[in-house]
């Protein structure tokens, strides 16, 4: 139903078992994907251990996405490796912003933390798109995470809602450039879930917490929910949809006034 057997697909954003990819690959791999992962050199150990877990993984390589020339090596890399080979997915699940741009109200975050959490969280997209597309099959499917933060205020999280918005953006900027070839790129919205991007936001647990008190399906998402809509948005089952932003978030982007307003007092 599914029809991913024998597909492969490039997965950018492994970096321990919580990452919200490794929930992505397991199924994509269940479907009957092969994968060729893009790791962060700093993951290296981590990303080696797990790719023994998943026969389907038929490449790794580093990538570094804040340079063009580390993101072109990937590229290199895997081509060298498996001359010709092309891919049917790309998952960019991609997400930094410098320490520094949380240290000090968003008014006085200086340029270079926020020049890099821009290219790395957004213009990465475009990047990583560039350097793929020599090598997507015809009706390629691209899927990347954002966080609603793009379009509402939410505390501590400054630099990176700026980031998510452009990133949204480049999505349907990308979804109309690459489309008339057939190309799809989509957004999937994700709701709060701890991993390691998420250990750097001052209050994550407060906003866990929130959500699951308020959410229409009062609980939080976990990464087996956001990877089972990549996986529909990576199958022809959705063939029709692109430069789309698709919450999984428990429901709570649909919320203007909690009910819990009334448990006060
Ligand atoms: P994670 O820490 O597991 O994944 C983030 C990934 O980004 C890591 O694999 C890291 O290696 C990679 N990365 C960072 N800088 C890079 C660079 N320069 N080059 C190449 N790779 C780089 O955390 P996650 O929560 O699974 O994040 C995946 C995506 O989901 C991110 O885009 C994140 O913003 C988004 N997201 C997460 C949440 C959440 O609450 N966890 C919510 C909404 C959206």
Redesign the pocket.
């Known amino acids: 139903m599914l029809e991913l057997e024998g597909k492969t697909a490039l997965v950018?954003?492994?970096?321990?078992e919580?990452?919200?990819?490794w929930a992505i690959c397991t199924q994509l791999a269940q479907a009957g994907c092969n994968l060729v992962l893009?790791?962060?050199k700093r993951?290296r150990s981590r990303v080696f251990q797990l790719q023994e877990k998943l026969p389907e993984i038929i490449g790794f390589h580093p990538?570094?996405?804040?340079s063009d020339e580390a993101t072109a090596e990937f590229f290199t890399e895997w081509q060298r490796e498996d001359a010709g080979a092309k891919a049917d997915i790309v998952i960019h699940?991609?997400?930094?912003a410098p320490a520094e741009c949380f240290d000090r109200p968003i008014l006085f975050a200086e340029n270079d933390p926020i020049s890099t959490a821009m290219t790395?969280?957004a213009h990465s997209l475009q990047r990583l798109l560039r350097h793929a597309l020599p090598h997507l099959n015809p009706n390629s499917s691209t899927i990347c995470?954002?966080?609603a933060a793009s379009t509402r205020w939410v505390p501590n999280y400054g630099v990176m809602s700026i980031a998510k918005a452009a990133l949204e953006a480049w999505t349907r900027e990308l979804a109309n450039h690459l489309g008339p070839e057939g190309h799809r790129i989509n957004a999937i919205?994700?709701?709060?879930?701890p991993?390691?991007?998420?250990s750097g936001i001052p209050g994550f647990d407060d906003i866990l917490e929130h959500v699951e008190r308020n959410s229409p399906l009062r609980r939080n998402v976990t990464q087996e929910d956001v990877a089972g809509c990549a996986l529909w948005l990576a199958s022809p089952l959705a063939a029709g949809v692109t430069g789309q932003v698709i919450h999984v978030d428990a429901g709570y982007s649909t919320i203007m006034v909690p009910e819990s307003i009334s448990d006060r007092g």
Do not use: K, R
């Open positions: 950018f954003g492994v970096a321990s919580e990452s919200i990819a893009g790791y962060q993951f990538v570094d996405v804040a699940a991609i997400g930094f790395v969280s995470l954002t966080y919205s994700s709701g709060p879930i991993t390691l991007a998420a």
